[in-house]
């Protein structure tokens, strides 16, 4: 009797509209008291309700009936949280590339399935867009990376405007004859200086072709090439007597001799795999049109993801795409409208 007194005389002491939001708070929870699908639960609103009511209504924790101070106080919490999280959601990291660069991404990816994010990257830098290699990544089909081998890093870095290195490449043919493709690549721009094909190399033939690989080029210092016995008496003088220094690698070592190895990947992966070889005049001109692609339109990792005969920015015009490499990938460019 003499707390339901004290109670009566604080209540009396109370202005309206303490009162108001006291009846307002107990209405509340009957309201959510009625609720029955399948037990009372707390809505969004509701807690954002209780949590804003607690800084103009002082005597809100005796007003709870149904839920615990505690629970409304993390409530407020939480939504303070989420408000800080909106009004800071301004523009903050790298700016948002547009819708049409966007689909030119897709559509780099769809007409070249062989391309990684790193060459898609290299032709959007070409056609004029300023944007990262992370950003091309977040818009591409998510596959598995292909890891790569070991480099001969520290002597190829130092001399690779005065090495060229070469090996063979064997292709068959739609009757399962061997033709050989001999490769010569300098270093300093991954560039593909000379290739010839034959279906029967020889230490003659290997020389007459060193000869030509360097008939318009400069002679470098070293040669990197493995031991095959292709390689004979007449072809190593041929080198000795153009002032040459052949570097051999190791045996069953082709990592040593990564670069030009690199490029023979790239050929098989990139074009013969995709092919079936009618006889050595259908390789020539198959391997020909790949090697102008490769030297003049093919972006580069090597290269800061540039092609080995650089290409211009273009940032004015329409974009526009054609196929080369006898369609298997496509070169991009911009065209004046």
Same mark, same amino acid.
């Given at each position: 009797?003499?707390?339901?007194?004290?109670?009566?005389?604080?209540?009396?002491?109370?202005?309206?509209?303490?009162?108001?939001?006291?009846?307002?708070?107990?209405?509340?929870?009957?309201?959510?008291?009625?609720?029955?699908?399948?037990?009372?639960?707390?809505?969004?609103?509701?807690?954002?309700?209780?949590?804003?009511?607690?800084?103009?209504?002082?005597?809100?924790?005796?007003?709870?009936?149904?839920?615990?101070?505690?629970?409304?106080?993390?409530?407020?919490?939480?939504?303070?949280?989420?408000?800080?999280?909106?009004?800071?959601?301004?523009?903050?990291?790298?700016?948002?590339?547009?819708?049409?660069?966007?689909?030119?991404?897709?559509?780099?990816?769809?007409?070249?399935?062989?391309?990684?994010?790193?060459?898609?990257?290299?032709?959007?830098?070409?056609?004029?867009?300023?944007?990262?290699?992370?950003?091309?990544?977040?818009?591409?089909?998510?596959?598995?990376?292909?890891?790569?081998?070991?480099?001969?890093?520290?002597?190829?870095?130092?001399?690779?405007?005065?090495?060229?290195?070469?090996?063979?490449?064997?292709?068959? !043919?739609?009757? #399962?004859?061997?033709?050989?493709?001999?490769? *010569? =690549?300098?270093?300093? /721009?991954? @560039? $593909?200086?000379?290739?010839?094909?034959?279906?029967?190399?020889?230490?003659?033939?290997?020389?007459?072709?060193? !000869?030509?690989? #360097?008939?318009?080029?400069?002679?470098?210092? *070293? =040669?990197?090439?493995? /031991?095959? @016995? $292709?390689?004979?008496?007449?072809?190593?003088?041929?080198?000795?007597?153009?002032?040459?220094?052949?570097?051999? !690698?190791?045996?069953?070592?082709?990592?040593?001799?990564?670069?030009?190895?690199?490029?023979?990947?790239?050929?098989?992966?990139?074009?013969?795999?995709?092919?079936?070889?009618?006889?050595?005049?259908?390789?020539?001109?198959?391997?020909?049109?790949?090697?102008?692609?490769?030297?003049?339109?093919?972006?580069?990792?090597?290269?800061?993801?540039?092609?080995?005969?650089?290409?211009?920015?273009?940032?004015?015009?329409?974009?526009?795409?054609?196929?080369?490499?006898?369609?298997?990938?496509?070169?991009?460019?911009?065209?004046?409208?």
């Amino acid at each position: 009797m003499i707390r339901s007194l004290l109670s009566l005389c604080l209540r009396f002491f109370k202005s309206r509209a303490q009162l108001q939001l006291e009846i307002v708070y107990l209405r509340k929870q009957l309201e959510i008291l009625t609720r029955t699908s399948p037990r009372p639960h707390f809505r969004s609103s509701d807690r954002f309700f209780f949590s804003r009511l607690t800084s103009i209504f002082s005597s809100w924790k005796g007003t709870l009936l149904i839920i615990k101070p505690g629970t409304v106080i993390r409530w407020h919490r939480q939504g303070f949280r989420l408000y800080w999280r909106w009004k800071s959601r301004s523009a903050l990291g790298r700016p948002k590339i547009t819708q049409q660069q966007i689909n030119l991404i897709k559509q780099i990816t769809a007409e070249n399935p062989l391309w990684g994010d790193p060459r898609i990257h290299g032709e959007m830098l070409k056609l004029g867009f300023d944007i990262s290699e992370s950003t091309v990544l977040r818009y591409l089909p998510k596959k598995p990376k292909r890891t790569t081998g070991q480099h001969w890093k520290t002597f190829l870095k130092n001399h690779s405007a005065e090495i060229v290195s070469m090996d063979f490449l064997v292709v068959p !043919t739609i009757t #399962f004859r061997l033709l050989y493709v001999l490769v *010569f =690549l300098s270093h300093e /721009r991954r @560039k $593909i200086i000379h290739i010839n094909v034959t279906d029967h190399p020889t230490s003659a033939w290997t020389s007459h072709q060193l !000869t030509n690989a #360097f008939y318009d080029e400069e002679i470098p210092k *070293f =040669l990197i090439r493995d /031991r095959d @016995k $292709i390689f004979g008496r007449v072809f190593s003088e041929s080198v000795s007597a153009l002032g040459i220094r052949p570097i051999l !690698t190791a045996y069953r070592s082709p990592w040593q001799n990564g670069y030009v190895e690199r490029v023979i990947g790239s050929i098989r992966r990139e074009c013969l795999d995709h092919l079936i070889i009618v006889n050595e005049t259908h390789l020539r001109g198959i391997l020909r049109s790949y090697i102008h692609y490769y030297n003049t339109q093919r972006t580069h990792l090597g290269v800061s993801k540039d092609s080995p005969e650089p290409r211009e920015v273009q940032a004015d015009g329409q974009i526009d795409g054609v196929a080369v490499a006898n369609g298997l990938h496509h070169f991009y460019f911009r065209k004046a409208v």
